[in-house]
Structure formats: C-alpha cells, structure tokens
C-alpha cells in the first residue's frame, strides 16, 4: 500500500518539497529461495487465495535473513518466508503492490493531509501484542499471537493485563469520554482485561451508530477507537472475507468503502474543525518493506503473565512500517511527514492533548505529530466527498450460505487441523464474552468447554454458537 505511490508534497519538518520513501529501482526486490531477484509489481489482487506469514519468526526471517538475528537485518528474506511457509509455486505474490487507482480512497485521503513514511509496528510481529501497544503503550510482554489457555493462566477468565493499566482507564480518570465503535461482536479489545464491564457501561457501539452519533451537535465524546468488521471469521469461524479490515483474504475495496464512509461522517459534522484522524494499520502483514526498523524505548512494566513472553523478546526494536495518514483540517494539503512513529505516537499525542501522564516509557519518549496541526484557521477546501472505491468485481454472498459453505467443506479441511494463531485469540474473546452473558453457575461448564476446543472445526462451531448467543441475548 502506497509503496508504488510516488506521492509528493511538503516536508512536514523543514517545509520543502519532498518524496514519500517507496521503492525505485535499488529497493524493489527480494531473493528467492534460489538467489533470484523478485520484483515488487502492480496492480495487486483484490484479494489474496493465501495469508503471508507474520507471526514472531516469520518477522525474524523477513527482517534477518533465513538463520539472521536482531540486530543485523537487511530486508533479505520476504520472499524465502513465503516461499517456505507457504509453500507456494509463486513467491512473487508477497512483492505485489496496489497502484494508486486500486485505492483510490487511500490515496485521495493521503494527498490531502499528511502521510507518514516512518509509521512502524511496535513490535516485529503479529496482530495481537501491536494492538496491544494502542491501547497500553506496552503489551505486558506478549511477543506472540494468542495460544491455548489452561486454568492455571490468568488472562483465561480475566483478560489481558498491563502494569499501568490502558488509555481508557486514564480517561476514566479524568472523567473524559471514550467509546470503541465496533463492525464486530467480538473485537479485539474485548481481550483486554475490565473491557466487559466497560462493555456492560455502553462504552461499545456498533459501527453503525457512528455517523449518528458524530452528526450530534452535543456529541461529547472526546477519544474513539474504531475496529472493523473481520468478516466470516467471527460469524461461523470461516475466514476474513466480507469484512473491512483489509485482511490479505478480503476484498480491499470494502476497507475502502470503510475509510470513506469514516471520513465523510466526520467531515460533514459539526465537530469537523476540532478533529483528528488517525488511519494506521496494526502490523505489516507479511509484506515486503526495504526500511529497516530502527531500535525503540522498552515499555519497561512487566511481564504480567508468564505465557506472554514466548521469544523473550525485549522490546528494544519496533517493527515493519504500516501505512498512517493523519486527516486534520489543520493540516496543510500534500504534508508528507518523515518522522519516526510507532502505535504509541497515538497515545503520546493524546496524552499531549489531555495532559495525562505516560503510561509506560515507550509512550513517553514517542514523538508526537502536534507538529502536523501548523495551520492556525481550520481548512474550508478539504473534500466534503471522496471518490468512490474502485470496483474490484468481488461479491460477497450472505452469513447463512457462507456458513454453510463453510460447514460442507469444514469436515474435510479442520476436522483435524488444530487451531490457528489468527483464530485462537478470537475463540477467547468469545468465551470471555460467552462467560459475560451466562449465569454464574454455567461457569464451570463454560470452563470445560472452552478447554475442549483442540481443533479448527471446533473453534468455528464455538464461534458460531456464541454469536448467535450474543444476537438472542
């Protein structure tokens, strides 16, 4: 995304003309298994048959090489990754970059207000622990994606924990107004431990209500995290197509229509001069980037549970860029930012905004992009409008046939297969939500339950089972 942009602008810092840091000639390419130069090419698919590596190890290789280590990366081994993971005839598939008429919304957005180049992950790997970083500025420790959890963890029945506890909890603090505005039943942050009884608060809403809710003059809340829907995935545990999260299997043209319907909401409110946008992305993917990823500030709490560190990873290295854009009407038009970020750059700049305190040491020495907001009077020509997403063909049938379609080939394909990275984190969610929504004596059987899950059909039937719960409760 963006990597083929050739967008140009104003630096943000120094104020002269500028390139945003794509690929040319010398950085376009990777090695395959045989030493062979692949290049980075457009148009990309709409959407992938496969999902690139990006847990804890396939980072490591992507960055170091096949046997490399921190602190020598050099961007060598993307390719060889895919290839051995995998196990695809065609590496070349990892190199694929959208052209700028494929994410017509993504690019209008990026030539209107502020790009940044140097936006990396928090941590070189997977979704969970960099979400994680958004709303803790640490993630207590967690380098992996979710795993099994058995009674002796903690995070089982309470959730994920951090030492200094989360943004909500400061805002809380200071009585400012939050809510998470979700496409999903099951989102992500409901993982984070005290988020049901937030949840039990009102302070979820349903994505739906958003553009509702902003149109109000007297809308009063000041922060709001939005997650998107993940499709099939949480409905009756297929995968993410026909959701907006622009996972590799869905369509990227629904997260599109995403980013449009956001902005314009926003834009078109009374609330539009005092706003900030952030549109960033939790990790890279798996896919190919040239930057190396600079070394960072440890969060410095503690490991809260000892499942969390699997690698004994010290969180003194961020990881792979992600595209970010920041819309502002107080920011000039064309700003390409070439600073370094992280996920904390979020809570920095908030907490800047609403003088609260660092929550740990990564958050407080991460730049800010105050600098962004130069202009002293709000801007009257950004679009009302964005161009409508391109039209990538790709339809998506309903919940019922899908899952049904899910259930005829389920048998065949997960019967046996045991449960995936990506899902398991989200069965833990559902049971978190299963064990909010039953009667306390259910407790133990719910327990059982849970602990009966060993493989992937067993994970989507669970699934299914509790959003359709949800929906009758």
């Known amino acids: 995304m963006l990597g083929l942009s050739n967008l140009q602008g104003t630096d943000a810092i120094s104020g002269q003309p500028t390139t945003i840091d794509g690929l040319n000639e010398s950085n376009n390419w990777n090695l395959d298994p045989g030493g062979n130069k692949v290049f980075a090419s457009a148009p990309a698919d709409w959407a992938m048959l496969h999902d690139p590596g990006h847990e804890f190890t396939d980072v490591k290789e992507q960055l170091c090489g096949a046997g490399g280590d921190y602190p020598r990366i050099n961007n060598s081994g993307f390719v060889t990754n895919y290839s051995a993971t995998q196990h695809f005839d065609n590496p070349a598939e990892i190199m694929k970059c959208y052209a700028a008429d494929q994410l017509t919304v993504l690019t209008a957005l990026a030539r209107e207000f502020a790009v940044c180049d140097r936006w990396f992950s928090s941590m070189p790997g997977p979704t969970w622990p960099n979400r994680f ?69 009102g302070r979820f809403k349903d994505f739906e209500d958003f553009a509702r809710d902003v149109s109000d003059p007297g809308y009063s809340t000041s922060y709001v995290f939005i997650e998107p829907s993940y499709g099939h995935v949480l409905t009756h545990g297929g995968n993410y197509k026909c959701g907006n999260s622009q996972h590799p299997l869905d369509d990227v043209t629904r997260g599109e229509r995403l980013l449009k319907n956001i902005y314009e909401a926003i834009r078109n409110s009374p609330h539009w001069e005092s706003s900030v946008l952030i549109i960033m992305y939790d990790e890279h993917g798996g896919f190919y980037d040239h930057v190396a990823p600079p070394e960072a500030v440890a969060p410095g709490d503690s490991i809260t549970d000892p499942e969390n560190n699997l690698y004994n990873f010290d969180f003194k290295r961020l990881g792979v860029r992600t595209p970010a854009i920041i819309v502002s009407p107080l920011i000039p038009k064309g700003t390409i930012d070439h600073t370094v970020y992280d996920h904390t750059s979020v809570l920095a700049t908030v907490e800047n905004i609403f003088g609260l305190q660092p929550l740990t040491m990564r958050d407080k020495y991460a730049n800010t992009f105050m600098h962004l907001f130069s202009l002293t009077t709000p801007r009257t020509d950004a679009p009302t409008t964005l161009p409508e997403p391109a039209d990538s063909g790709i339809k998506c049938e309903g919940e019922e046939a899908a899952a049904a379609t899910t259930a005829q080939a389920a048998y065949a394909a997960d019967a046996a297969a045991p449960v995936d990275p990506s899902l398991q984190g989200f069965v833990h969610v559902a049971f978190l939500r299963d064990l909010q929504a039953s009667p306390a004596e259910e407790k133990e059987n719910l327990i059982a339950k849970y602990q009966n899950i060993h493989t992937r059909l067993e994970a989507k039937q669970y699934l299914s089972e509790v959003s359709h719960k949800i929906k009758g409760s």
């Open 133 to 201: 970083f958004v709303h803790a500025a640490s993630s207590g420790g967690l380098d992996h994606s979710p795993t099994k959890l058995d009674m002796a963890s903690s995070i089982l029945l309470n959730g994920y924990k951090f030492d200094n506890g989360t943004i909500y909890d400061c805002f809380d603090d200071e009585d400012i107004e939050w809510a998470i505005y979700t496409g999903d039943l099951l989102p992500q942050s409901l993982a984070i431990s005290g988020m049901h009884l937030k949840l039990l608060e």
